[in-house]
């Protein structure tokens, strides 16, 4: 059950988290949390500590979870059961408020107001298989999922008669959607993805049975195309299909585009023989209000692109978009002959919720909306790294990136509490359009406090972190 | 972008459905509706027409959609946008609540109250990666999650120590997991399915480049063990993985468990050479609950179970519980040694809600509470199909089913207003808890009324519908 963690990634990033203290409807929960289990490793020779990075299953998890219970007989007379469950979620929710309060490691804008969406609740909305074909279910919502992808299309730049897409439940749906069409439209294709790539296209290339090439990264966290090249001379004979990375986890490092297709042209890539999938999560929507960013469009020779809503967007349930062009899908269909009909989304039954969240701050915001919270989340990204360099904390921002990495807390309960994501030596927060200056005073302010007490002797020691972010973001003692 | 349908599927039955009348909001619809294309089909040597079994590309889907606009710069001055968007909302609920009230085709349980829940609403709730390995990100509902899978792993007969589960976003990623550990399990397997099996599954064979062997039916929509048999035996020397229906889509069979063991065992088949997915997205929650039925139990040699959560339950949003045995799971995860733990998830993030509507449920009616519903529904299906044969009309019901299959109507605008599900020359009727007799009886009656204009001359005519459902159940001149 306890194995080490040999790569990173932000959204299975592996500490037990106890339950909030005053979230223990039952009082019942007797064992004790299991100790975080500490590996060795060996870096350079010696045995070092891999602090926080193994897995612990949660051994505790089923004591401390709400277990469903028989009703009594005669729970409906007492109301006691309605009573139970009601002072359940309100502890719930008090925890829920606690939490959301101090959230800085994972790109969800927790800024939403849906309060006039709260009548749609007690529907039981599904958007069933493709958004363009309609179903007999007639409580769906299409018509405000299409208006969202046309808003999405016309944002990079994809005609509405030549673009198919949906909204997803996650970014993980868009990327196996977009390597899938990428595998349909060339069966023998290789896959290839930088390292930092998110680890949902390496789980699609596994899935689908791809052979799957590893890019190595600049120390930005971008791909590096010297490598890249390498590897598509090596491989001239079968076509490529490429992952690039709209903001990558960790760092937040945007792939040069065009960069990646002129390395494509340079080694005989004909349009014809590479398919480019844009893997957006993170930033696709931020991207294109930053001015000196490489451009998401189809008007470059892209296949499609993804983009999580719960994200920069904000929803109170993940969801993404997807989009690509429309005669991919009418391949993919003409290959799928036992299906019913055109069977293009990886998912059938499909949230119909989702889409009227997007669709309501689509319409309240717009794009001047939009580019307002680009130009605040930059702004305090950069606010957030100076200070840190200046209370001589090593930290890294990327040029069009709102995520600001820096040497990770050495109390895994500052981590928590903060809910930061971390990865070996560094931590990341990244700044979405509910991160305030207060916020993140607050955060830095107890972050320099504690710090003075992490390190023996009160000595302030920077651990070093050239080897992840470069030298010249390293604050130890020999690179600063 | 029109093609003829092959096969059946409720879930990606393909009419345009205009949308209700009174929701129109922007009145600019000037496109009409397109045609219904007529395909013509050879049947027994006769060239038939294919009635609404095509695909029509919906031309009209961005002029009737809800596009999403700019604001202008003063809409937060005069409040007009809000108030523009109140109304579509308002709009919007009416054709709701319309929709929701005649909808009798999917097995959707439209009957719930989830008031007490509003509240949450406001919280990004994410459930990332596995749920019994906890995140660092602590808006999450993992300790209502747990709570659900430990009842349905009770309910289905695996301890908490050897079983492990997720919580999902319909019933189609179930089986897209519970295929994917299958092929884990079995790289070199052949997956068996029952062509009447939800397209799915099919999917997933293609989706994982598997080896898939479609096996007949009986009339009754079950698999065919004889034919599944002869299959087997021409494959002996590759492993065997079966999905089960625990009702299909179009008739609600169930496919005999008991019986696919045995053929699998007298063809030679040990238990450590097949492996067996039950797709349970259908009547999985209603069958431990009738006394005749082939118990799905993992005392069995079953792998896994799904069931979806928005159709027996009800649950606002589509989603699904997938239980399996907690060893295939780590077989899995060893296997996967490029990512960053175990993932073994098909999502990334996942929908945090649902577990607290499926929790909620669950606790209110327990176990007692959804066996006096299953037996409401199978009452309901009973007198729906009785009233059905006894005015004239050929129908079948299947002995542990509340789908009622029975002649296609001849009018699609009925067919509509309804929501039934069609295929070929028949439609369904899932009973569920929220169908009630007046319902019915109000359905019955305009079927009634309605059939008796469909028909030229005034004279009454059924369809011949045996070759679908037998000539038992056929009330064609011919068979009645």
């Known amino acids: 059950m306890v194995g080490s963690v040999k790569t990173f990634s932000t959204e299975v990033d592996v500490n037990v988290e106890p339950l909030p203290e005053e979230f223990d409807p039952t009082a019942v929960v007797s064992e004790p949390l299991p100790p975080v289990v500490k590996n060795k490793t060996v870096v350079n020779g010696d045995e070092v500590e891999k602090r926080g990075r193994e897995i612990v299953l949660g051994r505790n998890v089923h004591t401390m979870c ?58 039981s909305i599904n958007n069933l298989g ?76 596994r899935m689908y049975r791809m052979e799957c090439i590893k890019v190595d990264t600049l120390v930005s966290g971008e791909i590096d195309c010297t490598h890249f090249k390498e590897k598509l001379l090596l491989n001239k004979d079968k076509p490529a299909i490429i992952n690039v990375n709209i903001g990558t986890t960790v760092k937040g490092a945007v792939d040069d585009l065009d960069l990646v297709i002129k390395t494509l042209e340079e080694t005989g890539f004909s349009h014809d023989r590479f398919y480019i999938h844009c893997d957006g999560a993170l930033f696709g929507l931020m991207m294109p209000f930053v001015k000196l960013a490489p ?77 307002k919270e680009v130009q605040k989340c930059l702004r305090n990204a950069h606010y957030l790294k100076d200070r840190l360099r200046a209370a001589g904390i090593g930290a890294m921002l990327n040029e069009l990136s709102s995520t600001v990495v820096f040497e990770r807390p050495q109390d895994e309960e500052f981590v ?49 972190i050239a080897a992840e972010l ?5 604050a130890c003692a020999c690179h600063k």
Request: glycine share 8%; proline share 4%; charged share 25%.
């Open 66 to 123: 709400l277990e469903v219970t028989e009703p009594d007989a005669d729970d409906e007379v007492t109301g006691e059961r309605e009573a139970y469950m009601a002072s359940v979620l309100a502890r719930y929710r008090k925890s829920l408020i606690e939490r959301t309060k101090h959230h800085l490691g994972y790109p969800y804008n927790l800024d939403f107001d849906y309060g006039a969406l709260g009548q749609l609740q007690h529907f």
């Open 295 to 371: 451009k998401v469009t189809f008007k470059k020779p892209i296949g499609s692109v993804s983009v999580s809503g719960h994200k920069f967007v904000g929803c109170p349930m993940p969801c993404g978009v997807q989009i690509t062009r429309l005669e991919h899908i009418n391949a993919l269909s003409r290959n799928v002959e036992y299906l019913a009909s055109r069977d293009a989304t990886i998912m059938g039954s499909r949230n119909g919720h989702a889409p009227i969240f997007l669709w309501y701050t689509l319409n309240r915001k717009g794009y001047r909306g939009f580019r």
């Open 130 to 205: 493709d958004p363009f074909i309609e179903s007999n279910y007639g409580v769906h919502s299409r018509q405000f999922e299409v208006g969202v992808l046309d808003w999405f299309a016309r944002l990079w730049e994809l005609e509405k008669n030549e673009y198919w897409g949906y909204i997803t439940n996650c970014g993980t749906e868009g990327n196996l959607h977009g390597i899938l069409i990428g595998r349909e439209v060339f069966p023998d294709g290789i896959l290839y993805a930088s390292r930092e790539s998110h680890y949902s296209i390496f789980k699609a290339a």
């Open 416 to 464: 928590r509490r903060w809910q930061l994501a971390c990865q070996g030596n560094i931590a990341h927060v990244v700044v979405m359009p509910n991160i305030t200056i207060e916020k993140l005073d607050d955060f830095l302010n107890e972050l320099v406090e504690k710090r003075s007490t992490w390190y023996p002797d009160g000595k302030l020691q920077s651990p070093c």
């Open 470 to 474: 470069g030298e010249d973001c390293c």
